[in-house]
């Protein structure tokens, strides 16, 4: 077979490969055939026929979505018949189409608006009455207005293929088919909301976001999910300073169409009630609002204080702030306390599989390796609810190359239903379960090996040595939870390890040690939640809380600073596979401030000078100091995502992996943050369950 | 849920007509025949026949919805279907449906008060040849007449 194939397409010369359909060759030249039901990467539908062209030598007009190109096939993509066929098919396609357009939520970005507009279907020879049928909830997401919908059928193969949910079906027949739901009248899935972007009309439409805006009066903000270590991209419609939807229409980012509920609805801890939005003071025994300049004060003046009689520290970070606040927090500590008493909630053991992997290079695997790969392994993770992103990639790696997926994993999981070897262990015994896999592994041409919690430590080493005896090129992902646990870690809120894995002299104490010092004189939470479900022994000890709400830990505090959230800040963040990407602040809320400036104006009070506390002047010192993150700003500033490679050198251990474990968050969990997320709690499936079991009981989470 | 012993056998043979993994081929003629046996497609029977091809119950609502002949309701003990499509149409299929209606004093899709017949208005039964056609559960009736239909739904009636 040929390796390209040679068509004309509107008078342009394409080349293709063999089996490329038209209508994918003709968009890489810039033509665009339109098609309602085509979607890139879900199986061929051929059911609206909007994408008709012409081919020479064909006796009709043919569905560009379906054709795959030829050796000297002559198309042509807007001839006057094409144009009629194209009004025709939306005379059909309006017969039963409300026109509803001032109300609808589509109104303005909708694909059937468009083509009415562009082909002038304005008149329509069918008088008889339209059928209708009452509007739909099915979720608190997801509502269904069926006389709207055009059956295109793009939702019900998102859900099936994309997603492996099988929520959606099409029930009746002929005009009264219908959409509907796997529970009769309600729906049970992963309330992901991807039926509803990929709706090209107005039949589906999100709980969230219905009848409170027209499209063309949000303004637009690409950033990343404030949720799970994935990094997706969630693009922010914002309007009169709220937060009114999260969607990834345009496709950007490493998530492509891809957002989970978190990603897409669970934005709405940001106008949470409950949002703190004034610095608090503890007054005569309660907390009590009081102004910043008052609070930095009094903290500036305890911690110099504590500082100089040579009292103790703590300080913990957190697993969603931004690399620049976490870099930052870090130097605070350990230049300007004289401590490394600082830590932060250990998810994954990351800094074994960085010291397993030294000195190596392409080995630490991206979100697109995921998806690339021939064959993936994944140990001691419910992938499909813990990351749901990787778990995407992963399907859509086996439905359109055939990839070889390997589990194992303590409980069933959904990549079972494609995996070509599920491996059901006890808890603990994974690492030994590999050995069944391996003359299977031996024999796949490349692996990619995604790794949660349970294997930590000394299990990192042999994972490597594992991957290292297959003889076959192996890349790795230690899974960790939150959207910044990655950029914790490499930015060295460790006691003892510093930014970029590198070992620090005397090392510090680990949060349960700070938690357990009863001579503890100063804690600094700044962004956690470590009195969750833990107390602290320390009596008498300061305690500053940074937070967006008033936490378990923040109720304990003395003094707490209202905390921007990753929504209303610039900065970067660093996902799962050490990928750095853009934050961009979508919205502000009144009284809070950025992490980093309140560590700014700290250190300005303390008279500390850790150099400037922007963003860009924080990322620029990163990029100059921090091991593997000299990192492509254009790649980042354009919304790209660049990935930090800090394999030039051994890490010194601690090798104490009692102290990493995964929050076992589901999809519809993430630690203390989702609690504050209304979405979350409202949707039937909540809490989640991993493994198919009852959730885990809450541990200490965020 | 349990079927007779006769429809377990029907089930099980069905399920091993088709190649592995093409159960789902055998949905139609199981619903078919459980409708026969149990009077409708209720719930219980969807999730029983999803189960047992290893389907989704809504994959079975799917197919269900689509077919005419399936039913979720209980319909009559005599089903009668009147054929209105245009051989019999021609041939004075709207008056047999007209005298149904009256005869019976039910509509389509619906069940008399005593639940020996119900009544349904069919698209084409392949019978044109004899139209008008009506066919009373899986029996044809050709040629019918208004009087023909009466004499018929009486003898019916007599049978118990």
């Known amino acids: ?702 | 849920m349990t079927f007779s012993p006769e429809l377990e056998a029907k089930f099980e043979k069905l399920l091993r007509s088709y190649p592995p993994g093409r159960q789902r081929s055998a949905l139609i003629p199981m619903l078919m025949f459980a409708q026969d046996e149990v009077g409708s497609v209720t719930p219980e029977v969807i999730a029983e026949i999803a189960a047992r091809i290893g389907i989704s119950e809504l994959q079975v609502r799917e197919v269900l919805s689509y077919y005419s002949m399936l039913h979720t309701k209980p319909m009559g003990k005599y089903h009668i279907q009147v054929c209105t499509n245009i051989s019999c149409l021609l041939t004075g299929g709207e008056e047999i449906w007209e005298q149904a209606r009256k005869k019976l004093g039910c509509g389509h899709k619906e069940v008399t008060a005593d639940g020996q017949f119900s009544l349904e208005e069919v698209e084409c039964i392949g019978a044109c040849s004899w139209a008008p056609a009506i066919q009373v559960n899986y029996d044809f009736h050709h040629n019918v007449t208004p009087e023909k239909f009466n004499a018929l739904i009486d003898s019916l009636r007599k049978l118990h």
């Open chain 1, 1 to 702: 077979m040929a390796d390209s194939v040679n068509l004309t397409i509107d008078g342009k010369a394409v080349q293709a490969a063999p089996g490329t359909l038209v209508i994918d060759a003709a968009k890489k030249v810039g033509i665009e055939i339109p098609a309602f039901c085509y979607w890139e990467g879900l199986t061929l539908q051929a059911a609206c026929r909007m994408c008709l062209v012409e081919v020479e030598r064909m006796p009709k007009l043919m569905t560009a979505c379906t054709l795959t190109v030829a050796e000297g096939m002559v198309v042509r993509t807007e001839t006057p018949l094409v144009a009629e066929a194209r009004k025709s098919m939306l005379e059909f396609v309006l017969t039963n189409h409300p026109l509803d357009c001032p109300v609808c939520d589509k109104g303005g970005e909708c694909e059937l608006q468009d083509m009415t507009f562009r082909y002038g279907a304005g008149e329509g020879r069918f008088d008889e009455m339209k059928v209708h049928v009452d509007e739909k909830q099915w979720s608190p997401v997801v509502y269904f207005d069926a006389p709207r919908c055009i059956l295109c059928y793009r939702c019900v193969r998102i859900c099936d293929e994309g997603m492996g949910v099988d929520a959606l079906g099409v029930i009746y027949r002929g005009v009264v088919s219908e959409i509907a739901p796997n529970k009769e009248d309600h729906l049970q899935c992963d309330e992901c909301g991807m039926c509803i972007d990929i709706c090209p009309v107005g039949a589906l439409t999100s709980g969230m976001y219905r009848y409170r805006t027209r499209p063309w009066e949000m303004e637009h903000t690409g950033t990343i999910c404030a949720h799970c270590s994935n990094g997706c991209k969630t693009t922010l419609g914002t309007r009169n300073g709220q937060i009114i939807r999260g969607n990834n229409r345009d496709k950007s980012g490493i998530n492509g169409e891809f957002l989970c509920i978190k990603g897409r609805y669970a934005f709405d801890f940001n106008s949470h009630p409950e949002r703190l939005q004034s610095p608090l003071m503890r007054i005569g025994g309660k907390l009590e609002p009081v102004s910043w300049s008052r609070a930095i004060g009094e903290v500036a003046r305890r911690f110099t204080e504590i500082r100089e009689r040579g009292g103790r520290f703590g300080v913990v970070g957190s697993n969603r702030t931004s690399n620049e606040e976490n870099y930052y927090l870090q130097k605070f500590a350990r230049q300007g306390l004289g401590t490394n008493n600082i830590d932060h909630r250990r998810t994954g053991d990351v800094p074994a599989l960085i010291d397993a992997l030294a000195g190596r290079t392409g080995v630490l695997a991206t979100v697109k390796d995921v998806y690339t790969a021939k064959a993936s392994l994944v140990i001691g993770s419910d992938l499909a609810q813990q990351h749901p992103l990787l778990a995407y990639q992963l399907r859509a790696n086996w439905r359109h190359h055939q990839s070889h997926t390997y589990t194992v994993t303590r409980g069933p999981v959904r990549e079972d239903k494609y995996s070509v070897h599920g491996v059901r262990v006890e808890p603990g015994a994974e690492l030994g379960a590999l050995e069944s896999l391996r003359d299977q592994l031996k024999a796949e041409p490349e692996l990619v090996i995604l790794f949660g919690d349970a294997i930590k430590g000394e299990a990192v080493r042999r994972l490597v040595e594992f991957g290292d005896s297959l003889g076959i090129p192996v890349k790795y992902i230690c899974l960790v939870d939150y959207s910044n646990s990655r950029g914790a870690v490499d930015m060295g809120l460790l006691p003892h390890l510093g930014p970029g894995y590198q070992g620090v002299e005397n090392p510090g104490m680990s949060l349960p040690e700070m938690l357990a010092a009863e001579d503890l004189d100063a804690f600094w939470v700044v962004g956690a939640n470590p009195l969750e479900h833990n107390k602290l022994a320390a009596d008498r000890a300061f305690v500053v809380v940074h937070d967006l709400f008033l936490t378990e830990t923040a109720e304990r505090a003395d003094v707490v600073f209202p905390a921007a959230s990753a929504y209303e800040k610039n900065g970067t963040v660093t996902n799962v596979c050490g990928e750095v990407q853009h934050l961009r602040s979508a919205v502000q809320t009144m009284g809070v401030k950025t992490d980093l400036e309140i560590l700014g104006l700290l250190s300005k009070e303390m008279r500390i000078n850790l150099g400037m506390w922007t963003p860009e002047s924080v990322l620029r010192e990163i990029r100059q100091t921090v091991r593997g993150y000299n990192v492509a700003l254009p790649v980042i500033a354009a919304g790209g995502a660049a990935q930090s490679l800090p394999l030039n050198g051994r890490v010194t251990l601690d090798s104490r992996p009692e102290l990493i474990q995964s929050a076992g968050d589901t999809l519809f969990t993430s630690g203390t943050l989702g609690r504050y997320s209304k979405t979350l709690l409202s949707v039937l499936e909540y809490p989640g369950v991993l493994y198919g079991e009852a959730a885990e009981p809450e541990a200490d989470r965020r």
